[in-house]
């Protein structure tokens, strides 16, 4: 009984925990000067220099190399980016021998792709994939932190549907080092805002389960730190390669239906550990 009370205690904490760093990103967010543009009414600021920092954390040659790691993916494999933006990380795949494709679902934030990459990087929804089921070895997203929060559950169902191995969660968390998130302007169109864990209950949910619960993870790690994106940077430790990539398992019996809002149940950590970005809404 105590045990139970005090596990309790402890979630509750890290939960508040959450929830005011969180509020505080945000508030040193808004008072920053952010330079906006527009395109067809949707809201994207600085596109170069966001496509920029995504480069910077995920490298496409370390990207390949960690999925291979974790996967066995060869050249040739089919992999699939969501929150592409204009696609360059998919350019770069494909440069690199894979059957790359990205989603993005802001036409602003596209507006940039090269005519040649137009077919290989589409505009269209998380939450309606033009793609069969299993169409894909890996999905890599990292576009989920940028939809509303209503949407959430059902773009991950996709990506489930979609992949048949697993997928990498690329989404900005809380996790990261304020440092990294304030110079590379990371919030930058950023809606739904927790922690790795929080992200993690919600994909344990939908069919995931960790991939790298054997000596891969070191693997993986030491390839994450020999490309500049270990201690200090988007992975801090090996732990948080491990809450970064999962495994495709046996889907849940019941899912979301199309079109429903998501249920909020007390234990759904995306009531109350995330919190909607000012102005999002």
């Known amino acids: 009984m105590f045990d139970a009370t005090l596990n309790g205690v402890m ?32 809201r994207w600021s600085d596109p170069a220099s966001t496509e920029e920092a995504m480069e910077h954390c995920f490298p496409a040659d370390a990207l390949a190399d960690m999925v291979s790691i974790a996967w066995g993916l060869k050249q040739g494999a089919r992999i699939l980016h969501l929150g592409s ?8 795949l494909r440069a690199l021998g894979f059957d790359a494709f990205g989603v ?14 137009d077919q290989y990087n589409i505009l269209g929804e998380l939450t309606d994939l033009p793609f069969e089921d299993q169409s894909f070895d890996v999905v890599i997203e990292t576009g989920l932190c940028r939809l509303p929060r209503e949407k959430v559950t059902q773009a991950i169902e996709e990506i489930w549907r979609v992949s048949k191995r697993g997928m990498v969660l690329g989404s900005v968390t809380i996790d990261l080092p304020i440092d990294l998130i304030e110079r590379d302007n990371l919030l930058q169109g950023v809606r739904v ?4 864990w929080d ?15 054997d000596e891969r993870l070191g693997e993986v790690w030491k390839r994450a730190e020999a490309a500049g994106s270990g201690a200090g940077q988007w992975y801090d430790d090996a ?23 998501e249920p909020k149940e007390a234990n759904d950590p995306f009531r109350e550990p995330l919190v909607v970005a000012p102005g999002a809404e």
């Not at 904490?13 to 509020?23: C, E, P, Q, R, Y």
């Not at 505080?24 to 808004?30: A, G, H, K, P």
């Not at 491990?242 to 239906?257: D, G, N, S």
């Open 85 to 92: 933006a204009s696609g360059r990380t998919v350019s770069a």
């Open 199 to 213: 992200w993690s209950e919600k994909l344990y949910a939908a069919g995931f389960t960790h991939a790298l619960m």
């Open 239 to 261: 732990e948080s390669v491990l809450y970064c990539f999962y495994q495709r398992e046996v889907a849940p019996v019941q899912w979301t239906q199309r079109g429903d809002e």
């Open 104 to 117: 993005e679902f802001n036409g602003a934030a596209r507006a940039a792709v090269p005519s040649r990459l």
């Open 11 to 42: 979630d509750s904490a890290d939960v508040g925990s959450d929830i005011i760093l969180a509020d505080l990103l945000q508030r040193r967010r808004s008072l920053q000067t952010n330079r906006t543009g527009e395109f067809n009414g949707e």
């Open 193 to 196: 805002l927790g922690s790795r």
